[in-house]
């Protein structure tokens, strides 16, 4: 089994998640006692929400640069960035290692692609709802991307700062989140991409009449089929 390297900590609640999917995926194909071999670099979230909020772009690559350096001298031999929205600086952090990154678009399009689905709607944070990094990846691979209005995205970004990146789960916001996501099917989203990491944690299958791709989720199988590779 190839030893992974995850970024984590973008928050601590999604990471703590991936820990479980990833251990999850390996057992039950491995059966037994067998789990996956992680080893995880854990960031200080303030700091790094704060330069996020600051547009201070170049102060979060340096942080997971170095952080990604030091999974990578610690022997992983790949890497998962487990978090959406530091993808946009996915480039920075493949360009200053010698190990290939797992990247979550890529996983997620090819799901919604091998399911026949053509358009999706995206929630996420503002930066990934509202910035190119991420949707143009997803369009680059042939789908069609709906956001939400900016009062929807204004609330999908703070329920995601405020309430699921600090472990609070609240009836009020998945019903919020089932509007939202109402809205994007009436606008013709055949599928909904929970592009943050966190969304999982609020919201289900049964919150919405159309397939809902969770990042985690998927990004995490596609991690454990990376490790068990021939």
């Not at 996956?36 to 330069?51: G, K, N, Q, T, Y």
Request: net charge negative.
């Amino acid at each position: 089994m190839r030893l992974l390297g995850v970024l984590g900590g973008m928050s601590w609640t999604s990471t703590a998640e991936y820990y479980r999917l990833l251990n999850h995926g390996v057992a039950s194909r491995l059966g037994g006692l067998h789990s996956a071999r992680i080893v995880l670099h854990s960031v200080d979230f303030e700091p790094v929400a704060a330069m996020q909020h600051d547009g201070n772009w170049n102060g979060t690559a340096h942080v997971l640069v170095e952080a990604a350096r030091g999974l990578e001298r610690a022997g992983a031999e790949g890497l998962v960035l487990a978090t959406n929205t530091m993808h946009k600086v996915a480039d920075q952090i493949q360009a200053a290692t010698d190990i290939p990154l797992l990247h979550i678009a890529d996983a997620t399009a090819a799901r919604i692609r091998a399911d026949g689905v053509s358009s999706v709607a995206l929630l996420a944070t503002a930066f990934t709802m509202e910035e190119d990094f991420y949707i143009g990846r997803l369009r680059a691979r042939g789908l069609e991307v709906i956001t939400p209005g900016a009062a929807e995205r204004a609330d999908v970004h703070r329920i995601i700062y405020e309430e699921l990146c600090q472990d609070v789960v609240l009836d009020s916001s998945r019903a919020r989140f089932r509007t939202v996501m109402d809205r994007l099917v009436r606008h013709g989203a055949q599928g909904i991409i929970l592009g943050c990491t966190e969304i999982g944690l609020l919201v289900k299958s049964g919150d919405a009449s159309v397939p809902l791709y969770d990042t985690a989720a998927i990004h995490a199988e596609e991690a454990v089929s990376w490790m068990l590779a021939p």
